[in-house]
């Protein structure tokens, strides 16, 4: 991935907000798998009810997957308006604050504000 993608794809968060939420998704299996073809409609809503649901996601790219991890990753935050908080390998994290019942309390404040990954 591009240098500077997942602070672009993570407009709304700090980077002690990113770093938190890392923190979080650490011990989280994958609950939604981008196939071969890429983020289909079916895997958009899959992802989109998880964020509801549990508000941070890990999402698997499988190998053979014919769209770049890039592009998938931009597709699926476009898509659910959530931010892209992650990527390690094939695995990506989406965040997005539930609006009935937010779950997770994101930190106000960290060292400074360009205090970036």
Not at 29 to 44: E, N
Request: hydrophobic residues 35%.
């Amino acid at each position: 991935m591009q240098p500077g993608l997942i602070q672009r794809l993570s407009p709304n968060l700090r980077g002690w907000q990113r770093r938190q939420l890392r923190g979080l998704a650490h011990n989280l299996k994958p609950v939604v798998h981008v196939g071969h073809c890429g983020p289909s409609p079916q895997v958009v809503e899959q992802l989109e009810s998880a964020l509801y649901t549990h508000e941070l996601v890990k999402v698997k790219v499988i190998n053979t997957c014919t769209v770049s991890l890039e592009d998938v990753a931009i597709a699926l935050t476009e898509a659910t308006h959530s931010d892209c908080v992650q990527q390690i390998g094939h695995i990506l994290v989406f965040y997005k604050a539930n609006p009935d019942e937010p779950r997770i309390e994101l930190v106000k404040h960290g060292k400074s504000d360009d205090d970036e990954d």
